[in-house]
């Protein structure tokens, strides 16, 4: 198929694109560079422009006749989305509004869109399923949810086919070391403690040491972004028009940032100090994703472990330490 890929310069796209290129399809990326990275595109076909920019996305979609869309282009912070949500409802809701109007005008009618679990807000159970009822906590979270909303109506109403992939923690990088995360700033914990490990930070701060987990912090499911990748491929070739798919990205197993602290000193032998503070507000104990239904729709399920997610990310934040700008 050929695929427009939003986002594709980004961290989770960059793999995707990749992944999709590798199973035979024929991939363009549109992206405005906002946050991602020109080099993490490699020599894909790239369109550089902005999902609002609605004459050069109807352009990109005729001239590479594309068949169907991959779209994780959004701003992902959820800090930033709570003190300027303005930024995030323009970009993430107004900017996929006009992507899925472009869609239809183009008479394009699958799309795989990057949800989250952060549409769950604080989970009443885990693990997680898809019917478990979704109360973001954030402006970043709300913003997903209601591009699931419309996703439903427009599949409804136009026989749109999407599917709707609610990641829990995007972590590690490419096997072949080429492509890697590199936010900045970058706020998830691994590359985090691998900076530390670099010696591009002190200390990373561990929020919260009395949850009522086993070891008292934070439990999360580290999901390895080819794994990501490979879910969405898998999606992509599932889908038939009107057809609609909600489904957990996770591996099923939560890892405590204590256990991540610890497999990410093992890792690097650099011994990472961190500093305990109180709890962040809006942290629940534990996000733990049930993907049964993944395996069920897709016959999907992840394949690589949080040490491997670690060690992944370290081979590229050794070879890159400062990510793309090296
Ligand atoms: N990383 C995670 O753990 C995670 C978890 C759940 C969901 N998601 C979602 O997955 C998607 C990808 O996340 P990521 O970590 O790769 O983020 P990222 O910031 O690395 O990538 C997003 C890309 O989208 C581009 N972009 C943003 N707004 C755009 C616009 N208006 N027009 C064109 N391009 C635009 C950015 O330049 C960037 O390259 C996002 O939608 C995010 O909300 C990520």
Known sequence: MRVLVTGGAGYVGSHAAKQLTKSGHQVVILDNLAEGHRPAAGSTPFVSASLLDRERVV??????????VMHFAAFAYVGVSVKDPAIYYQNNIVGSLALLDAMRGAGIDRIVFSSSCATY????????????????????????????????????????????????NASGAAADGTIGEDHDPETHL?????????????????????????????????????????????????????????????????????????????VTGHAIPVRKT???????????????????ELGWQARYSIREIVESAWKWHKAHPKGYND
């Open 121 to 168: 807000g604080i989970p009443e159970r885990v693990p997680i399923t898809e019917d478990h009822p979704q109360h973001p906590i954030s402006p970043y979270g709300f913003t997903k949810l209601v591009i699931e909303h419309a996703l439903a109506d427009y599949s409804h109403a136009y026989g749109m086919g999407y599917a709707a992939l609610r990641y829990f």
């Open 278 to 296: 109180a709890r962040r507000e809006g942290d629940p104990p534990a996000l733990v994703a049930d993907p049964s239904a993944a395996k069920r």
């Open 59 to 68: 352009a990109a979609m005729s001239e590479h006749k594309i068949e169907a």
């Open 190 to 266: 691994i590359p985090l403690l691998l900076q530390v490990a670099l010696g591009q930070r002190e200390s990373v701060d561990v929020f919260g040491t009395d949850y009522p987990t086993p070891d008292g912090t934070c439990i999360r499911d580290y999901i390895h972004v080819d794994d990501l990748a490979t879910a969405h491929v898998a999606a992509l070739e599932k889908l038939k028009p009107g057809m609609a798919l909600k489904l957990n990205l996770g591996t099923g197993h939560g890892a405590s940032v204590e256990e991540v602290v610890t497999l990410c000193r093992e």
